[in-house]
């Protein structure tokens, strides 16, 4: 099974920007330990990480045109503004699990509160950290194997 992990602005600097929300892991060590827990469990992942708006609708197209069993997407601040997201989303027939390293209805700026992509997606997983991500691999995982 071969699942795509998509993440989104600034992601490059986990470990070094408002470890307070993120922590102190790097994006490396969060990528470690996400192909660690899919070898352990069977998964093909691949994991792209971008700043780039078009470039993560470019991302899902790829996981649709290479038949992916599903795309995690942590696509950060794009999370709340970015209708082109959310439309490629609905575009693809792929599962689409969104996660979030820190919980951004709690966060304490408003925009952040409203997700416009969630609606799109088969779950939504925030505030567990790297956890939210090996969650979303479970419940990929878990449709793969129920079909």
């Keep these: 099974m071969d699942i795509l992990v998509i993440n989104g602005p600034n992601l490059n600097l986990l470990g070094t920007r408002q470890t307070d929300i993120y922590g102190n892991k790097s994006y490396e060590e969060l990528c470690n330990e996400i192909k660690h827990y899919a070898e352990k469990k069977a998964v093909n992942v691949e994991i792209q990480q971008t700043n780039l708006e078009g470039i993560i609708i470019d991302l899902l197209h790829y996981a649709?045109?290479?038949?992916?069993?599903?795309?995690i997407l942590?696509?950060?601040?794009?999370?709340?503004?970015?209708?082109?997201?959310?439309?490629?989303?609905?575009?693809?027939?792929?599962?689409v699990v969104e996660v979030h390293i820190s919980d951004p209805k709690t966060r304490k700026e408003a925009f952040r509160h409203t997700s416009i992509i969630e609606p799109a997606c088969i779950k939504t997983f925030s505030g567990e950290g790297l956890n939210s991500y090996l969650k979303a691999m479970d419940i990929l995982r878990g449709l793969k194997n129920a079909a």
Excluded: Q
């Design 64 to 71: 649709h045109d290479k038949k992916m069993a599903g795309v």
């Design 74 to 95: 942590n696509a950060a601040a794009y999370t709340h503004s970015s209708y082109a997201i959310y439309d490629a989303i609905l575009a693809i027939d792929v599962p």
